[in-house]
């Protein structure tokens, strides 16, 4: 299994900017899909941005043009950059992937085998 480990979260104002990081571990990234994921209380977990192991990516339509996942699997590293941040965006934000496969593809979120510990977004004035 990949073992993931976010960090990135704290406090931020409305309109500022956010970067999550996620260290990944024990396999080659390059055979996973990779996502960020949020759940804030009361929620379902919902999906926020996903890329494949091609660099295909998808997001959710709320962070459209806000929020930019990446990768660098050299570095065993994935991202999410988050700018003009809403205080709905504030959520405990998860690191996710889904593999080890040749083909690497998002799904939902029950696809995903592998799973950080999440880190807390808060966005507050």
């Known amino acids: 299994q990949l073992h993931l480990v976010e960090s990135g979260g704290g406090l931020v104002q409305p309109g500022g900017s956010l970067r999550l990081s996620c260290a990944a571990s024990?396999?080659?990234?390059?055979?996973?899909?990779v996502a960020w994921f949020r759940q804030a209380p009361g929620k379902e977990r919902e999906g926020v941005g996903c890329?494949?192991?091609?660099?295909?990516?998808n997001y959710t339509d709320s962070v459209k043009g806000r929020f930019t996942i990446s990768r660098n699997d050299d570095k065993m590293m994935v991202y999410l950059q988050m700018n003009n941040l809403k205080v709905d965006d504030t959520a405990v934000y998860y690191c996710?992937?889904?593999?080890?496969?040749?083909?690497?593809?998002?799904?939902?979120?029950?696809?995903?085998?592998?799973w950080g510990q999440g880190t807390q977004v808060t966005v507050s004035s």
């Open positions: 996710a992937a889904r593999g080890p496969t040749v083909r690497a593809m998002c799904g939902a979120v029950t696809d995903f085998n592998n």
């Open positions: 024990r396999f080659a990234l390059n055979f996973f899909a």
């Open positions: 890329m494949s192991n091609n660099g295909d990516t």
